[in-house]
């Protein structure tokens, strides 16, 4: 593999993986959350938990029992975060178990992660509402990794799925709330179906909520609506199944923008907070 491939830039690096819109989520989302999947029995069929962030934002860990959790949110070399990642779990599994990577050096033979992990598994998610997932089963609990638990646990924002709106996430920012929703359509495409709902005025999900953006993570659009404090997950969930239907019809609608769209479209488009 020469040095130019391990830099290409894949813009969609979870193409082709089981549950890859969670897998977005986890990266760019959600504070805390784990996925369960396991390696090829070319890599020795171990137990892989793909987490959200680690200690010391560790790529990866080898677990005292053998298994590996590797961190999503870490930084990894080169253009392809999937490369990054399985080259993360394949150091880790020449580790001694009980022991970290703190680097992740790609080499000549450098596996994807839909190459190293075992794409039979339905790669379900698992939102925590604390980190410790952190802890390995036979580590001591030690006043300092108590601290440091804790400490990470105070920054995290409330973050729940959202039942009925698969791939939805709503967050307590503190003084907001929102909902972000991930899909596999282009991010026109979501602002087309933004505008078709907007002119019918129905592009809220509920009273109070209004949608105030969108941007593109690992390939994916991800549209951000506005809740009103106290919504709650709850208020999402009891919108959730007419909001959905309503979404994906306009989302799948092949007609031109009427003139009274396309003036509605500007408006979107012009008052639409820039996100990250």
């Given at each position: 593999?020469?040095?130019?491939?391990?830099?290409?830039?894949?813009?969609?690096?979870?193409?082709?993986?089981?549950?890859?819109?969670?897998?977005?989520?986890?990266r760019?989302?959600i504070?805390?959350?784990?996925?369960?999947?396991?390696?090829?029995?070319?890599y020795?069929?171990?137990?892989?938990?793909?987490?959200?962030?680690l200690p010391m934002?560790w790529?990866?860990?080898?677990?005292?029992d053998?298994?590996?959790?590797?961190?999503?949110?870490?930084?990894?070399?080169?253009?392809?975060?999937?490369r990054?990642?399985?080259?993360?779990?394949?150091?880790?599994?020449?580790?001694?178990?009980?022991n970290?990577?703190?680097?992740?050096?790609?080499?000549?033979?450098?596996?994807?992660?839909q190459?190293?992990?075992?794409?039979?598994?339905?790669?379900?998610?698992?939102?925590?509402d604390t980190f410790e997932?952190?802890?390995d089963?036979?580590?001591?609990?030690t006043?300092?990794?108590?601290?440091?638990?804790?400490?990470?646990?105070?920054?995290?924002?409330?973050?729940?799925?959202?039942?009925?709106?698969?791939?939805?996430?709503?967050?307590?920012?503190?003084?907001?709330?929102?909902?972000r929703?991930?899909?596999?359509?282009?991010?026109?495409?979501?602002?087309?179906?933004?505008?078709?709902l907007?002119?019918?005025?129905e592009?809220?999900?509920?009273?109070?909520?209004k949608?105030?953006?969108?941007?593109?993570a690992?390939?994916?659009?991800?549209p951000?609506?506005?809740l009103?404090?106290?919504?709650?997950?709850?208020?999402?969930?009891?919108?959730?199944?007419?909001f959905?239907?309503?979404?994906?019809?306009?989302?799948?609608?092949?007609?031109?923008?009427?003139?009274?769209?396309?003036?509605?479209?500007?408006?979107i488009v012009?008052?639409?907070?820039?996100?990250?």
């Amino acid at each position: 593999m020469s040095p130019t491939s391990h830099d290409a830039l894949v813009l969609r690096p979870f193409e082709g993986l089981p549950n890859e819109r969670d897998l977005v989520a986890m990266r760019q989302l959600i504070p805390a959350a784990t996925m369960a999947a396991k390696t090829t029995a070319e890599y020795g069929a171990v137990d892989v938990e793909i987490a959200t962030i680690l200690p010391m934002a560790w790529p990866a860990v080898r677990r005292t029992d053998g298994s590996v959790t590797v961190g999503i949110q870490a930084g990894y070399p080169g253009g392809d975060l999937s490369r990054g990642i399985g080259q993360a779990i394949k150091q880790a599994l020449a580790l001694e178990p009980g022991n970290p990577i703190t680097t992740v050096t790609l080499d000549d033979e450098v596996p994807r992660l839909q190459e190293i992990l075992d794409l039979a598994g339905d790669f379900a998610i698992t939102v925590h509402d604390t980190f410790e997932f952190w802890l390995d089963p036979s580590a001591e609990r030690t006043p300092e990794i108590e601290s440091s638990i804790q400490q990470a646990n105070d920054s995290i924002m409330p973050t729940r799925p959202v039942e009925g709106l698969e791939h939805a996430y709503w967050v307590d920012a503190g003084p907001k709330e929102h909902l972000r929703w991930v899909l596999e359509a282009g991010e026109e495409k979501v602002i087309d179906a933004v505008t078709r709902l907007h002119a019918r005025r129905e592009s809220g999900i509920g009273e109070g909520t209004k949608y105030v953006g969108s941007f593109r993570a690992e390939g994916l659009a991800i549209p951000v609506w506005d809740l009103p404090k106290g919504f709650g997950v709850e208020g999402v969930e009891a919108e959730a199944e007419d909001f959905r239907a309503r979404f994906v019809e306009a989302l799948e609608t092949e007609e031109p923008l009427t003139a009274l769209e396309r003036r509605a479209r500007g408006g979107i488009v012009a008052r639409q907070v820039t996100l990250r």
